[in-house]
């Protein structure tokens, strides 16, 4: 049974970095698939932060890329979101997801997330 | 890239079937087959109930059903029970850099 599991601070301030960490198990990154992030701010809708194949190709959120960092150990089975110069808008629910994909005469279509962590809270104050 | 359009909220009765849409253009749900539907909790992380636009995952009830007509994406549940009370998302992939767009969610209450 693949589960996921994301870990790391509830309280980050101002200007500094976000960091996650996405632990898999059940499944090896290493098998396939891409591995992807979203946040959910309090009380509204899902937003897409970007995703990672286990040969380090990313595919992320232009709105966020300028300060988006998504890494994959795979000996540890792992994947890894790096968010800078964190606002108080980027405080949500932070959620790691597997991500069902097809690649295409050189395109990359994500198709739809089917395994989520329970996701983690991330509070952006000083 | 704006959010798929979806209604706020829809309700039913149990035992009703209730549809809700998802409008999107023809750059994501018109243009390609990968629309996407999940069902939220209070509290919980999104479940996925339909992929590419008709497919269930194993473990889904047969009571879950997706469709798609031109740039509108529908995901259909007969049969309403009470546990189908949730918010529920749509998503689909775009041509535009985003990549990958979501619903505005809609809040699903069965009366």
């Known amino acids: 049974q693949v589960q996921l599991q994301e870990s790391g601070p509830g309280l980050v301030k101002p200007s500094e970095t976000l960091s996650l960490t996405c632990a898999v198990s059940g499944y090896s990154i290493n098998s396939g698939y891409y591995w992807g992030w979203i946040r959910q701010p309090p009380g509204k809708g899902l937003e897409w932060i970007g995703s990672?194949?286990?040969?380090?190709?990313?595919y992320y959120n232009p709105s966020l890329k300028s300060r988006v960092t998504i890494s994959v150990d795979t000996s540890k089975n792992q994947f890894s979101l790096k968010l800078s110069y964190v606002t108080a808008a980027d405080t949500a629910v932070y959620y790691c997801?597997?991500?069902?994909?097809?690649?295409?005469?050189?395109?990359?279509?994500?198709?739809?997330?089917?395994?989520w962590g329970q996701g983690t809270l991330v509070t952006v104050s000083s | 890239q704006s959010a798929l359009t979806q209604p706020a909220s829809v309700s039913g009765s149990p035992g009703q079937s209730i549809t809700i849409s998802c409008t999107g253009t023809s750059s994501d749900v018109g243009g390609y087959d990968y629309v996407s539907w999940y069902q939220q909790h209070p509290g919980k992380a999104p479940k996925l109930m339909i992929y590419?636009?008709?497919n269930r995952p194993s473990g889904v009830s047969n009571r879950f059903s997706g469709s798609k007509s031109g740039n509108t994406a529908s995901l259909t549940i007969s049969g309403l029970q009470a546990e189908d009370e949730a918010d529920y998302y749509c998503s689909s992939y775009t041509s535009s850099s985003t990549l990958t767009v979501f619903g505005e969610g809609t809040k699903l209450t069965v009366l």
């Open positions: 990672i194949h286990h040969s380090g190709s990313t």
């Open positions: 997801a597997r991500a069902g994909y097809y690649y295409g005469s050189g395109t990359y279509y994500g198709r739809y997330l089917d395994y």
């Open positions: 590419d636009v008709s």
